[in-house]
């Protein structure tokens, strides 16, 4: 998964339109270049929306204390007015950041200066990301007329300051966007933070519940009784729980002079963080840290699930991340180590993310097998058992993913424990029907693809469905991943609630998954039926709906208390993404673990989770 801002200024009807078309284009705004707004204070460049008043004017001798400096990425300062709350108006920011692009950075905190230029909305990440646009000043000129200030006493946060209700519904009229509502900071997070928006704002001590990523920033929440997971996270349960509480830190130091803290979740960032808030395109409302506190490591550990009995059956999956055998020998040996000690060796093993024999190299290889090879050599070095594979090769770059990896679901299985069925192996392209066999359901194709030529598997990775025997019993496993949510506007959007547009996708995958599923129970009501893998939505979605339609399926996520739901973590929301459902036949007696050895961790071997399923077919 990828890495991925009362009135008292009123926008005229013309300026608004401008406005408007630039916001749609993802643009700085430019108004009308002529006009000016002299002695003007940041308070009437912020105005009391999301949207400044002045935004395409030019405006002289704004003054303020610069309270950070950031020179890299997007370069600037950012000022904040002397006095205070000026206009005595909550709702109106009394800080801007200054743009300043490729020129010398001449200013330091602590300087009062006057600065002039053009008054302008940016959107991060353009339109097409739903993000909200940042206002600041650009093209500046500025005059420095003393230094040695001292800062604008920072604004706390925390869990009384920020409100328990996320974000106001967007108005309709405007296709549900909140940029021209008034602010109402006591009432809602995201307003709460758009007033602050560039103000010198700071956190005391807090949980971590974002790891620290490769791009030097961790994720901490302000409000620790918000949703809190079993090992010190906050659960993204649903979408009206959207966790307002997280903010994201970053430092303004370059780490090549401070070294950014290495956290995992549930760590405490001792003596917090104080800076500009900031708003950026993979997060939204980010903490600019000028003073940043140390981390006090609490220990995580990476957990260990219990091995199946005798007479259980163990089934697993797991997205290793783009895995090839390009990737370092430590790489394979970490993922092989974690389905030994980890997951106590499954009987069988959903992979997501196998990538073909020379990963991202675009030369028309599809075959795995050097991949599979290196990996189940690993695992038997790491004392688990030599398991055997199936798989079905793709298309040449026809499933989505990195070009030229062809990555592709499939199965391990531990033939000392279960049996596959092999029937005639399908083709990428050939359907796997379900048939009859006396009185019960059987594949045409073992292994075989679930309904390829269906559209909602365009440029995606297609179902791999095959038949296993346990002690006599059949069971049939169908691994999936289905689309990312590339695509989708964040929690911070300024369409409230965000669009999903990616779920449209997942959604038909699901209907044609749990239709094959229903196909198998028409044949033989009690089939034994695990449908698995990296499903990309949350266990309350409408593609868990859909999968599930009819009593075909149930979550088995869902048997977990509501703290230890998560696979994956994301800007600091454990949230499910991976999962494994059901049918009848399974039953109600099955144990489930979603076993956290990546997701909450700086270090990881893959992004997600892996979950096992055990039960007594």
Same mark, same amino acid.
């Given at each position: 998964? /990828?890495?991925?801002p009362?009135?008292?200024?009123?926008?005229?009807?013309?300026?608004?339109?401008?406005?408007?078309?630039?916001?749609?284009?993802?643009?700085? +705004?430019?108004?009308?270049?002529?006009?000016?707004?002299?002695?003007?204070?940041? @308070?009437?460049?912020?105005?009391?929306?999301?949207?400044?008043?002045?935004?395409?004017?030019?405006?002289?001798?704004?003054?303020?204390?610069?309270?950070?400096?950031?020179?890299?990425?997007?370069?600037?300062?950012?000022?904040?007015?002397?006095?205070?709350?000026?206009?005595?108006?909550?709702?109106?920011?009394?800080?801007?950041?200054?743009?300043?692009?490729?020129?010398?950075?001449?200013v330091?905190?602590?300087?009062?200066?006057?600065?002039s230029? =053009?008054?302008?909305?940016?959107?991060?990440?353009?339109?097409?990301?739903g993000?909200?646009?940042?206002?600041?000043i650009?093209?500046?000129?500025?005059?420095?007329?003393?230094?040695?200030?001292?800062?604008?006493?920072?604004?706390?946060?925390?869990?009384?300051?920020?409100?328990?209700?996320?974000?106001?519904?967007?108005d309709?009229?405007?296709?549900?966007?909140i940029?021209?509502l008034?602010?109402?900071?006591?009432?809602?997070?995201l307003?709460?933070?758009?007033? !602050?928006?560039?103000?010198?704002?700071?956190?005391?001590?807090?949980?971590v519940?974002?790891? *620290?990523?490769? @791009?030097?920033?961790l994720?901490?929440?302000?409000?620790?009784?918000?949703?809190?997971?079993?090992?010190g996270? *906050?659960?993204?349960?649903?979408?009206?729980a959207?966790?307002?509480?997280?903010?994201?830190?970053?430092?303004?130091a370059?780490?090549?002079?401070?070294?950014? /803290?290495?956290?995992?979740?549930g760590?405490?960032?001792?003596?917090?963080?104080?800076?500009?808030?900031?708003?950026?395109?993979?997060?939204?409302?980010?903490?600019?840290a000028?003073?940043?506190?140390?981390?006090?490591?609490?220990?995580?550990t990476?957990?260990?699930?219990?091995?199946?009995?005798?007479?259980?059956?163990?089934?697993?999956?797991?997205?290793?991340e783009?895995?090839?055998?390009t990737?370092?020998?430590?790489?394979?040996?970490?993922?092989?180590?974690?389905?030994?000690?980890?997951?106590?060796?499954? %009987?069988?093993?959903?992979?997501?993310?196998?990538?073909?024999?020379?990963?991202?190299?675009?030369?028309?290889?599809?075959?795995?097998?050097?991949? !599979?090879k290196?990996?189940?050599?690993?695992v038997?070095?790491?004392?688990?058992?030599?398991?055997?594979?199936?798989?079905?090769? /793709?298309?040449?770059?026809?499933?989505?993913?990195?070009?030229?990896?062809?990555?592709?679901?499939?199965?391990?299985?531990? /033939?000392?424990?279960?049996?596959?069925?092999?029937?005639?192996?399908?083709?990428a392209?050939?359907?796997?029907?379900?048939?009859?066999?006396?009185?019960?359901?059987?594949?045409?194709?073992?292994?075989?693809?679930?309904?390829?030529?269906?559209?909602?598997?365009?440029?995606?990775?297609?179902?791999?469905?095959?038949?296993?025997?346990?002690?006599?019993?059949?069971?049939?496993v169908i691994?999936?991943?289905?689309?990312?949510?590339?695509?989708d506007?964040?929690?911070?959007?300024?369409h409230?609630?965000?669009?999903?547009?990616?779920?449209?996708?997942?959604l038909?995958?699901?209907?044609?998954?749990n239709?094959?599923?229903k196909?198998?129970?028409?044949?033989q009501?009690?089939?034994?039926?695990?449908? !698995?893998?990296d499903?990309?939505?949350?266990?309350f979605?409408? =593609?868990?709906?859909?999968?599930?339609?009819?009593?075909?399926?149930?979550?088995?996520?869902r048997?977990?208390?509501r703290?230890?739901?998560?696979?994956?973590?994301?800007?600091?929301?454990?949230?499910?993404? %991976?999962?494994? !459902?059901?049918?009848?036949? +399974?039953?109600?007696?099955?144990?489930y673990?979603?076993? @956290?050895?990546?997701?909450?961790?700086?270090?990881?071997?893959?992004?997600h %989770?892996?979950q096992?399923?055990r039960f007594?077919?």
């Open positions: 998964m /990828p890495h991925i009362s009135p008292r200024a009123p926008r005229s009807a013309a300026v608004g339109a401008v406005v408007a078309t630039a916001l749609a284009a993802g643009l700085l +705004v430019t108004g009308s270049p002529a006009a000016s707004a002299d002695g003007v204070r940041v @308070h009437d460049i912020q105005g009391t929306t999301r949207v400044s008043p002045l935004a395409g004017q030019q405006v002289t001798d704004v003054a303020g204390i610069v309270t950070g400096v950031r020179g890299y990425g997007s370069k600037g300062f950012w000022i904040q007015s002397a006095d205070g709350d000026a206009d005595g108006n909550p709702a109106t920011s009394e800080a801007v950041f200054v743009f300043t692009g490729s020129a010398a950075l001449t330091k905190p602590g300087d009062a200066v006057r600065v230029g =053009t008054v302008g909305e940016y959107v991060p990440g353009g339109a097409g990301s993000n909200q646009s940042l206002t600041q650009t093209k500046p000129t500025v005059t420095v007329e003393s230094s040695g200030n001292p800062l604008p006493a920072p604004v706390t946060l925390d869990a009384k300051s920020v409100p328990a209700a996320y974000a106001p519904v967007g309709p009229a405007q296709g549900g966007s940029n021209a008034p602010l109402k900071p006591r009432s809602y997070a307003d709460l933070y758009e007033s !602050l928006e560039g103000m010198n704002v700071r956190v005391g001590s807090s949980r519940v974002g790891a *620290t990523d490769a @791009h030097n920033e994720w901490v929440t302000v409000k620790k009784h918000e949703h809190p997971s079993r090992r996270g *906050t659960v993204y349960g649903s979408y009206d959207q966790n307002g509480g997280r903010l994201q830190i970053q430092q303004l370059p780490v090549s002079e401070r070294p950014f /803290p290495k956290a995992d979740v760590d405490v960032l001792r003596g917090g963080a104080e800076g500009p808030l900031d708003f950026n395109q993979f997060g939204g409302y980010t903490l600019a000028r003073d940043l506190g140390e981390v006090a490591g609490k220990g995580l990476r957990e260990k699930t219990r091995r199946q009995a005798r007479g259980e059956l163990a089934v697993a999956t797991y997205n290793v783009n895995l090839d055998p990737d370092p020998q430590k790489k394979f040996d970490a993922l092989a180590a974690a389905v030994v000690s980890n997951l106590s060796s499954p %009987d069988i093993v959903a992979l997501e993310e196998i990538q073909d024999d020379n990963g991202a190299k675009n030369d028309g290889t599809v075959s795995a097998e050097a991949t !599979l290196k990996f189940t050599d690993a038997v070095a790491a004392g688990g058992p030599r398991y055997a594979w199936r798989s079905v090769d /793709p298309v040449n770059n026809k499933d989505g993913g990195e070009p030229g990896g062809n990555i592709r679901q499939v199965f391990l299985y531990n /033939p000392e424990r279960v049996s596959f069925t092999e029937r005639a192996p399908g083709d392209t050939t359907p796997t029907e379900v048939v009859r066999e006396g009185k019960r359901a059987a594949l045409s194709h073992s292994p075989g693809r679930v309904d390829p030529a269906n559209a909602a598997w365009e440029d995606s990775r297609k179902p791999l469905a095959g038949e296993f025997v346990f002690r006599g019993r059949t069971v049939f691994a999936n991943h289905f689309g990312s949510k590339g695509g506007e964040g929690l911070t959007s300024h409230q609630p965000p669009k999903r547009s990616s779920e449209a996708k997942r038909l995958q699901a209907q044609a998954v239709g094959f599923v196909d198998l129970r028409k044949v009501r009690n089939a034994d039926v695990v449908v !698995l893998g499903i990309n939505d949350f266990e979605s409408a =593609t868990t709906k859909a999968l599930e339609d009819g009593g075909a399926l149930r979550s088995a996520v048997s977990l208390p703290s230890e739901r998560y696979s994956y973590v994301y800007q600091g929301n454990a949230q499910v993404l %991976d999962q494994i !459902l059901t049918s009848p036949g +399974v039953g109600d007696d099955f144990g673990d979603s076993v @956290h050895i990546n997701a909450e961790f700086a270090e990881q071997n893959s992004d %989770d892996p096992v399923l007594r077919p």
